[in-house]
């Protein structure tokens, strides 16, 4: 099996940033409608660094976050390429993450937060035959927690900049081949989840407009940049982020994840300072992005996602469910339902509670 090896193949990643608690305790708030259920909809799962130091997020450490204070009664666990079966033909590599994550979910307590949907890895560029053999893979490895893939296209020309730069290729979601493979999910009734950058807009919209009957997840508000050449444009980068948000929100079959806008690549800087932020800063600095995604999208189209470990580099559980309920504050009660569980349920098809 391999691990997530964030210190080795992504040298801008800080090992073990994402697990400085005491860092993180050093801003410590009273939890918000404490009473609130809560569907988080985006959490990893890993194990890197060395085996003298190992960097390790896994159940005992998620669990550590989804009961530190919030109602946390499901989550979704989202691919980041942990677990692998090397031993696998290239295609059924990514089936022991699916599979793994399945065991450790079956060791939940009822009364915990349950690990209630796994969403997987492949190419979907694959000849049909390899795609359709690699999903029924996942389907029986996930034991009815799988509900879909996320073939990431993050891409930029400059990853030296970038603490996780992503994977992708050129065209990737243009590429014919890609299509008909997110097609192909939509006819099974899985999911498509998304991850790229700002500036990636319009292959994303493009992606859309081409596979009307595949719901797609966008994650992380697509992104923006704001290191290397975007650093101090985020003005500029926010003005015509809101045209391409608005834009992208009449594909109907289009979702939004609400979170992940403390990774290090967002430029805000929170990991160096000497503290982190309170939940009023997230909502000072970021408020205007969930503002703008709500009044496109609207609750019943949004989820809000912790993105952790990734976003723990910047923020505690604690503090960023704070910040999202804040964001909240003002919005009826049918609307909070949406955001917080129902939406999540919804698109991933999820059991209740």
Not at 53 to 77: C, I, K, S, W
Not at 118 to 145: F, R, S, W, Y
Not at 207 to 221: G, Q, S
Request: proline letters at 7%; aromatic letters at 8%.
């Amino acid at each position: 099996m391999q691990v997530t090896d964030k210190g080795g193949r992504y040298p801008g990643w800080e090992p073990g940033i994402e697990l400085r608690d005491d860092w993180l305790g050093l801003v410590v708030e009273d939890i918000i409608d404490p009473d609130r259920e809560i569907v988080d909809p985006h959490h990893h799962l890993w194990r890197h660094g060395t085996a003298e130091n190992p960097a390790v997020y896994e159940m005992e450490a998620l669990r550590r976050d989804t009961e530190a204070g919030h109602n946390v009664v499901q989550t979704m666990f989202i691919e980041c390429r942990s677990y692998w079966d090397q031993d696998a033909p290239d295609h059924l590599k990514s089936i022991g993450e699916t599979r793994t994550v399945a065991e450790m979910a079956s060791s939940v307590p009822l009364d915990r937060a349950q690990i209630a949907g796994i969403i997987g890895q492949t190419e979907l560029v694959l000849d049909p035959t390899l795609l359709n053999e690699a999903l029924d893979a996942h389907q029986e490895a996930g034991k009815g927690l799988f509900k879909g893939i996320r073939n990431s296209g993050a891409r930029d020309p400059e990853p030296q900049h970038l603490a996780i730069p992503g994977r992708g290729v050129p065209n990737q979601y243009g590429n014919p081949d890609f299509v008909r493979g997110a097609a192909i999910l939509g006819e099974r009734g899985l999911t498509l989840d998304s991850w790229h950058y700002h500036h990636q807009h319009q292959e994303f919209l493009d992606l859309a407009r081409a596979v009307p009957h595949t719901t797609l997840i966008l994650d992380h508000f697509g992104t923006p940049l704001g290191v290397g050449r975007f650093e101090g444009k985020r003005d500029d980068i926010f003005a015509a982020w809101k045209d391409h948000m608005s834009e992208l929100a009449e594909c109907p079959n289009v979702m939004a994840k609400l979170g992940g806008l403390c990774m290090p690549d967002n430029g805000f800087g929170y990991r160096h300072r000497d503290l982190p932020p309170s939940s009023d800063e997230i909502v000072e600095t970021q408020g205007k992005w969930y503002a703008h995604m709500l009044d496109a999208f609207g609750p019943n189209r949004c989820m809000f996602e912790s993105n952790f470990p990734v976003d723990r580099t910047a923020v505690s559980y604690q503090v960023i469910w704070n910040a999202f309920k804040k964001m909240a504050a003002d919005l009826d009660e049918t609307a909070k339902e949406a955001l917080f569980s129902g939406t999540a349920r919804r698109v991933y098809s999820l059991p209740p509670a």
